[in-house]
């Protein structure tokens, strides 16, 4: 395993773990309730948020959101009660204002609007970070979602710093906030830096100077030095993780240990286990290929995070079948115990 991974940090701190709030990023594609209900099985987050749902040519029915986001039907609430906020994609203001209603009607309490997918057939459908060209778009979409919900639903938003460049970076905070926006998560990349690091964690730090609302940081958060370094640059007591929760899933307990102070080593013995328990999850909803896809997907993430994933990722990769590699990843894990 990694050194960093060995132990959590020692660093000791003054930061009140109490007042730092953690959340999980809607990553498409990866983060659907199966890997919601593993991180919140581990815990440490405060809450997570659905992949987009993405807003086209009618509005969603509230059926879809009870079947993208089951967490809908148990008040929002994984099984391990944590909230989930439900995130919506698009362009056209009236249809995601309807779509948010139906969201609510299906049991969302949290609509949050993505403004930064950076993906190509995203943005060339006229959603995500594209829209970061035009911040009246913004504010007619965001204005339109808190004009039609009850004033007790709150709305978010997330965007990162710009399109091709940041130059209607403030343009767009301000018309987010216009419309009656409570909170702001904020990527420290434009589209066209994708996932180069590094984020720029100054330009989040200059607009929570310059907005009331609520600023969550997001980008390269990794671990406790990260997000205590990052605090201090923002001045942000709100982060939201993404990649870093799926290269190492135990990563909010990690934190909110180091906060304290406290030493939180990682059992392989549990991560053996959550690969079983979670191969089994994805069965109940998914085809053998599809289970055995994400299961896969899931170690190109986990190598990041833990040395022996990464070592063995090609056998990984060559298993043909879901059993084949549960037992392949529990002979890795029970080899070096």
């Known amino acids: 395993m990694n050194n960093s991974l060995k132990t959590a940090t020692t660093l000791k701190t003054s930061t009140n773990n109490n007042s730092i709030v953690l959340a999980v990023a809607p990553m498409e594609g990866v983060m659907d309730h199966t890997m919601r209900?593993?991180?919140?099985?581990?815990?440490?987050?405060?809450?997570?948020?659905?992949?987009?749902?993405?807003?086209?040519?009618?509005?969603?029915?509230?059926?879809?959101?009870?079947?993208?986001?089951?967490?809908?039907?148990?008040?929002?609430?994984?099984?391990?009660?944590h909230p989930v906020h439900t995130q919506l994609l698009g362009s056209n203001a009236e249809l995601m204002a309807e779509s948010a209603l139906n969201a609510t009607k299906a049991g969302a309490t949290h609509i949050d609007v993505n403004f930064g997918c950076p993906a190509k057939r995203v943005n060339g459908h006229g959603g995500g970070s594209v829209l970061l060209q035009t911040p009246d778009a913004l504010y007619d979409i965001m204005s339109a979602i808190r004009n039609i919900l009850p004033s007790e639903i709150p709305v978010s938003a997330k965007i990162r710093l710009g399109f091709e460049d940041e130059a209607l970076l403030f343009d767009n905070v301000a018309a987010i906030e216009a419309a009656g926006v409570d909170t702001l998560t904020i990527h420290g990349r434009t589209k066209k830096d994708g996932y180069k690091p590094p984020a720029r964690w100054e330009k989040i730090g200059e607009i929570k100077d310059k907005t009331s609302m609520i600023v969550v940081a997001n980008g390269d958060?990794?671990?406790?030095?990260?997000?205590?370094?990052?605090?201090?640059?923002?001045?942000?007591?709100?982060?939201?993780?993404?990649?870093?929760?799926?290269?190492?899933?135990?990563?909010?307990?990690?934190?909110?240990?180091?906060?304290?102070?406290?030493?939180?080593?990682?059992?392989?013995?549990?991560?053996?286990?959550?690969?079983?328990?979670?191969?089994?999850?994805?069965?109940?909803?998914?085809?053998?290929?599809?289970?055995?896809?994400?299961?896969k997907q899931w170690c190109g993430h986990l190598r990041f995070g833990f040395a022996e994933v990464k070592e063995n990722l090609q056998t990984l990769r060559r298993c043909k079948s879901v059993n084949e590699l549960t037992q392949t990843f529990e002979g890795i894990i029970t080899k070096i115990q």
């Open 37 to 81: 209900a593993l991180l919140s099985q581990i815990g440490g987050m405060d809450y997570l948020v659905t992949e987009f749902i993405r807003v086209t040519q009618y509005p969603i029915p509230a059926t879809t959101f009870k079947r993208l986001a089951p967490e809908n039907t148990n008040k929002a609430r994984t099984i391990h009660n």
């Open 221 to 295: 958060i990794t671990d406790t030095e990260s997000l205590l370094s990052c605090q201090s640059i923002t001045g942000c007591k709100h982060f939201m993780i993404g990649r870093g929760s799926l290269n190492n899933p135990f990563v909010f307990q990690q934190i909110r240990a180091g906060l304290n102070g406290q030493n939180n080593t990682i059992d392989l013995t549990t991560l053996n286990k959550l690969f079983a328990g979670y191969s089994t999850e994805l069965q109940e909803y998914y085809d053998e290929v599809a289970t055995l896809g994400r299961l």
